[in-house]
């Protein structure tokens, strides 16, 4: 029995209350729905996993522990996190965190939480330590890609400055680059953002064949989830609070800046065709 330094995350549902009371009263979600939409912020079964495999995010980045002691402890709608201090340790934990926010999105739903670095004692039964603690605490004042000054309580999951440093100084290039896919800075905060993946990638086979018509399809379908994530997201939310429609807005405006993005795709797609004066090409 010690403590350990660790890398903590605390990921909070924002809304879910009001999810649990219309499913109490036969408006929203089932309950089976409901639990179906928490396993999203864990299993359970990652150790497991990753003892199995060992790291599936960035898996020739150097560990301590083959299973990274991840710790997954869902309580409600929250979940903690943790793992060992190592760059897989922290590049598997940031990618749970995105992967559950990521999934959460889908269904409308907005997140909110801290991700930190320090002491904790976390088993299957047991969760205690100052390093949990201040992930918890500081998970209520997010002020990540604030609008106002006084601004606190975003929905997006942030990135302590020590966690950030950790990052910053080592030396794994794939830990840096999935980092920097996962996350997004603003002039004071970074945290993740898995708004930025919500696009088609354009020429993923380097060009080698080129299909116009194909591209704008895919393109189109993007358009199409963005729609059904603007309507969901608008759907959990309790417009008669204001503090949850600020909230929704950071989601909506995120989602609609990468409508733009689809648009600039389409015109780039125009470019090119008319460049080749065809729909497609493939290179000899």
Request: net charge negative; with cysteine; hydrophobic share 35%.
């Amino acid at each position: 029995m010690e403590f350990r330094e660790k890398f903590i995350a605390f990921v909070d549902v924002l809304g879910f209350k009001n999810l649990v009371e219309a499913s109490e009263a036969g408006t929203g979600i089932p309950l089976n729905e409901l639990l179906r939409l928490l396993e999203n912020l864990g299993t359970g079964n990652e150790r497991q996993k990753f003892e199995k495999y060992g790291p599936t995010c960035c898996p020739r980045s150097s560990y301590s522990q083959r299973n990274l002691d991840f710790r997954v402890s869902q309580i409600s709608d929250c979940v903690i996190v943790s793992s060992e201090i190592s760059p897989a340790g922290l590049v598997n934990l940031i990618h749970h965190c995105w992967s559950a926010v990521m999934m959460l999105l889908n269904k409308g739903i907005m997140c909110r939480g801290y991700i930190t670095r320090g002491n904790i004692y976390h088993t299957e039964k047991h969760l205690i330590g100052s390093g949990y603690q201040r992930a918890y605490f500081n998970e209520a004042g997010v002020s990540a890609f604030k609008r106002e000054a006084n601004e606190r309580g975003t929905p997006f999951v942030e990135i302590d400055d020590v966690v950030s440093t950790y990052i910053e100084e080592c030396r794994d290039s794939c830990v840096k680059d999935m980092f920097s896919r996962l996350v997004k800075r603003d002039c004071e905060a970074v945290a993740l953002f898995p708004f930025q993946a919500l696009s088609h990638s354009l020429g993923g086979n380097g060009f080698s064949k080129f299909d116009a018509e194909e591209e704008r399809r895919a393109n189109h379908n993007v358009r199409l989830m963005l729609r059904r994530l603007r309507k969901n997201v608008m759907a959990h939310v309790d417009t008669s609070n204001p503090s949850a429609v600020r909230k929704a807005e950071h989601y909506i405006d995120a989602i609609d800046a990468q409508f733009l993005v689809c648009n600039e795709t389409d015109e780039f797609i125009d470019s090119l065709t008319s460049q080749i004066g065809v729909s497609g090409f493939e290179e000899p």
